[in-house]
C-alpha cells in the first residue's frame, strides 16, 4: 500500500540547473497538487490537477511547471532553479473535490539550490 | 480569500500536561477546517476536521478541537500530552466545494519532555 510516492528525497542543484520532481499515487486519486513548505510560512499550494489532462495554478506558482498526462502522476518541473526554491516539496492527492476524503502526502523532497 | 494564522510558533509543554494550541481563521464565505499533524522526515496526515454539524470534533488519539464561529476559531486541546505527541501541527482552512485547496497556517511545533 504505497500511497504517494515521491522522488527523490533530497537534491541538491545549481542555479540555472533543471530538474523534475516525481509524484506518484496508486489510490486512483484524480485530485493531485504540490506545496512548497518554508520555515514561518506553512505550506503553501504551487499547481494542482483536478484530472489527467487538467492543471491549474496555486498560490506560488512561478518558476514552475506541471503537467498530468495519466491519472497516476503529478510531476513539477524547475526549469530554470533560483535559491529562492530551496524548500520542502509536499505532493499531495485525494479524491475529486471530496471533502469526505482527506489530502495524503507523500513525505517530501527536500531541495536546496545553491 | 481565506487565510490562517497561528499565533504560536513553539509551544513546550510536559508530558501528562495539558494543551492548547490556537488557530484563528479569515473568510468571508462558510469554511471547512483542519487540523494536521507532521512528524519528523514526514508528510502531513490528517488528525482533525470539522465540516458541518457538532462544533466539538474529535480524534482517536486524543485530540479535540471546537469551532467557534464568532469568535473565527478552532483551537487544538488536549488534556494529557504524551512525549509522542512531539510534531508540529498545521492548522488548515477550505470552502465547501473545493476542499482539497487548502490554505494552511504557518504551523505549531509541539515540543513535550519528561
Known amino acids: 500500500n504505497a500511497g504517494v510516492t515521491q522522488t527523490p528525497k533530497f537534491q541538491v542543484l545549481k542555479t540555472g540547473q533543471s530538474m523534475t520532481l516525481q509524484c506518484a499515487q496508486d489510490?486512483?486519486?484524480?485530485?493531485m497538487s504540490w506545496y512548497r513548505q518554508d520555515p514561518g510560512m506553512g505550506l503553501r499550494l504551487i499547481h494542482y490537477?483536478?484530472?489527467?489532462?487538467?492543471?491549474d495554478q496555486g498560490e506560488v506558482p512561478n518558476g514552475y511547471n506541471v503537467s498530468r498526462s495519466t491519472t497516476e502522476d503529478f510531476p513539477l518541473r524547475l526549469l530554470s532553479a533560483a535559491p529562492s526554491q530551496t524548500s520542502v516539496y509536499f505532493c499531495?492527492?485525494?479524491?475529486?473535490?471530496?471533502?469526505?476524503?482527506?489530502?495524503?502526502f507523500g513525505n517530501g523532497t527536500r531541495l536546496t539550490v545553491t | 480569500a481565506q487565510s490562517v494564522t497561528q499565533l504560536d510558533s513553539q509551544v513546550p509543554v510536559f508530558e501528562e500536561a495539558p494543551v492548547e494550541l490556537r488557530c484563528n481563521y479569515s473568510?468571508?464565505?462558510?469554511?471547512?477546517l483542519f487540523w494536521y499533524v507532521q512528524y519528523p522526515n514526514q508528510g502531513l496526515q490528517l488528525l482533525l476536521k470539522?465540516?458541518?454539524?457538532?462544533?466539538l470534533v474529535k480524534s482517536i488519539n486524543g485530540f479535540e478541537a471546537e469551532f467557534n464561529k464568532s469568535q473565527t476559531s478552532f483551537h487544538l486541546r488536549k488534556p494529557s500530552v504524551h512525549i509522542s505527541d512531539t510534531a508540529e501541527y498545521f492548522c488548515?482552512?477550505?470552502?465547501?466545494?473545493?476542499?482539497?485547496?487548502?490554505?494552511f497556517g504557518t504551523g505549531t511545533r509541539l515540543q513535550v519532555t519528561l
Open positions: 490537477s483536478v484530472g489527467a489532462g487538467i492543471t
Open positions: 489510490m486512483n486519486h484524480e485530485y
Open positions: 499531495a492527492s485525494t479524491r475529486q473535490s471530496s471533502y469526505n476524503s482527506p489530502l495524503h
Open positions: 488548515a482552512v477550505s470552502q465547501p466545494g473545493t476542499a482539497s485547496k487548502l490554505t
Open positions: 473568510s468571508s464565505v462558510s469554511v471547512y
Open positions: 470539522y465540516l458541518s454539524g457538532s462544533t
